[in-house]
């Protein structure tokens, strides 16, 4: 049996998610009350009209570490260290790499697009919860997202951007498979966000004035 929940395709704004959930079964037979939870996503940017160059920046709230800098339950930058080859600043932040490429996934293939009429990034997260116990409250798998474009020519942040999670919850009654639930996307303003904002300065090795001081 397939891990995969069935695909989701959701809009706000100017962004698309298409979201594939995945949730792994304990195994009965080994005692093991552990899964593994995540998904693999396409977060889509379409701004009208098209604008310069774009590329998504995406911030994490895990449960677990992702980097070595990674810092479980705050939001992080979704990177593992500024790319320095980005002749804007803010850029430095922007997820994956002109080389990544996404394999043995839904969405097979580029990390990332940049564009003026369209930009998207890939992922593929996964985490693990060791103990699911029957009290297990949401709050203890919720990983949440967030994506914003910023301008490569301006190198200045959109300031709409967007905000989405999900967590696993004990199913309802016994021999009931575990299923993860989607906290839908919403719109996030980056310059009203001081946590993202943080996260973001703290990446970069600069200030929030700094950081807000590029929010277009």
Not at 89 to 116: E, T, V
Request: hydrophobic letters at 35%; one cysteine or more; glycine letters at 8%.
């Amino acid at each position: 049996m397939s891990n995969y929940l069935p695909e989701q395709l959701l809009h706000i704004g100017h962004f698309t998610l298409d979201l594939y959930p995945y949730v792994s079964q304990p195994d009965p037979q080994e005692g093991s009350t552990a899964i593994q939870y995540g998904g693999d996503f396409k977060s889509s940017y379409a701004p009208l009209p098209a604008r310069n160059k774009l590329g998504l920046v995406q911030l994490i709230f895990p449960q677990t570490k992702v980097f070595e800098q990674t810092k479980p339950n705050a939001w992080n930058v979704d990177k593992r260290a500024p790319d320095t080859g980005q002749s804007q600043f803010m850029a430095q932040c922007l997820y994956g790499s002109d080389n990544g490429r996404i394999a043995n996934s839904k969405f097979d293939g580029p990390q990332r697009h940049l564009g003026a009429d369209l930009c998207w990034l890939v992922d593929t997260p996964r985490e693990f919860c060791k103990n699911i116990a029957p009290n297990l409250v949401s709050t203890a798998t919720l990983t949440k997202f967030a994506n914003y474009a910023v301008d490569l020519v301006t190198g200045k942040f959109v300031n709409a951007g967007v905000l989405w999670g999900y967590y696993v919850l004990p199913p309802g009654g016994a021999h009931q498979p575990y299923t993860l639930y989607v906290q839908p996307p919403q719109e996030t303003r980056l310059r009203d966000s001081n946590e993202h904002i943080k996260a973001i300065a703290d990446f970069l090795k600069t200030t929030a004035d700094k950081v807000k001081s590029n929010i277009g």
